[in-house]
């Protein structure tokens, strides 16, 4: 077909099978959206499906989510297109819940795409874009230490450039000599007042089915403790997240496991915490 005289008829086809609620149509018109967006002509008129692939980056259906990055990055990859102030928040938040996704392709792809959105977001869409790359922070160093080589490779490389945009340049150098041990600590140094809402963003790592991020985790949460004594709040959370059930019985596990519950307990004696507190937790074109 010449997409240049029908692209915008089957545009709107795929558009409003995009809408429906048969999965299948939905499934469909996505892989369609994938070969079009190849198409440099096409990807700047594609632009206007934005907020409904958005939508579906939450999709429970990797598959599905894996197509709609793929379409984003495609759309990403014309030079005429930039990514518009109000798009490059929202964007960059789904991408974020994505780095934890249980299959390693959607997660460098969420990576990769994520990099992209630093690159070519428009410059007054920088400053609203700079809360969602402080809290990428602790995540990326996480997946640094990814099992899968191709996820941590990816997550160095974004942190990397993460980094650079928010001009954390002690970090950035840390980054580079792939000093990992030394960039947790910085990180704490900088953000020191931050270091309870650090503690909450690891919690969910000691339940991740991997030993080395688990490990990370533990040993990032011992170093953040004792500047977050002061936040009680925080610490209570973590009293509750620290007693969660652990995922293996190896050997490893177990070093955490115990690791783990002296950490509790001097939290709990450092502020006074019982072991039962709960609380509730000008281009041509733009996306």
Not at 144 to 164: F, G, I, M, W, Y
Not at 179 to 195: G, I, P, V
């Amino acid at each position: 077909m010449d997409l240049t005289k029908c692209g915008d008829s089957v545009l709107e086809i795929l558009e409003c099978h995009l809408r429906s609620e048969c999965r299948q149509r939905h499934r469909l018109a996505l892989r369609g959206l994938v070969v079009l967006s190849k198409d440099p002509s096409m990807a700047r008129i594609m632009c206007r499906l934005s907020p409904s692939l958005l939508e579906l980056l939450g999709d429970a259906d990797g598959d599905m989510v894996r197509m709609s990055l793929s379409v984003f990055t495609n759309l990403l990859k014309n030079k005429g297109i930039l990514i518009l102030s109000t798009t490059a928040p929202k964007l960059a938040e789904a991408l974020l819940e994505l780095f934890d996704h249980d299959k390693s392709e959607v997660q460098v792809l969420s990576l990769d795409l994520f990099f992209k959105v630093m690159d070519l977001v428009v410059d007054e869409g920088k400053k609203p874009l700079e809360k969602t790359l402080s809290h990428s922070l602790l995540p990326l160093f996480l997946h640094c230490h990814d099992e899968n080589q191709h996820v941590a490779k990816a997550s160095r490389e974004t942190l990397l450039r993460v980094t650079e945009f928010l001009k954390r340049r002690k970090l950035k150098q840390l980054v580079k000599k792939e000093q990992l041990s030394k960039f947790a600590e910085c990180l704490l140094a900088e953000d020191r007042s931050r270091a309870a809402e650090h503690l909450r963003r690891a919690l969910p790592y000691l339940q991740n089915p991997q030993e080395p991020l688990r490990a990370a985790a533990i040993r990032f949460m011992e170093m953040a403790g004792e500047p977050a004594m002061a936040q009680k709040e925080e610490l209570q959370a973590l009293s509750e997240g620290l007693q969660a059930p652990r995922n293996s019985a190896s050997p490893f596990s177990l070093d955490i496991e115990n690791r783990t519950h002296l950490a509790l307990k001097a939290l709990e004696v450092s502020s006074g915490l019982s072991s039962g507190s709960t609380v509730p937790l000008s281009q041509e074109q733009y996306l």
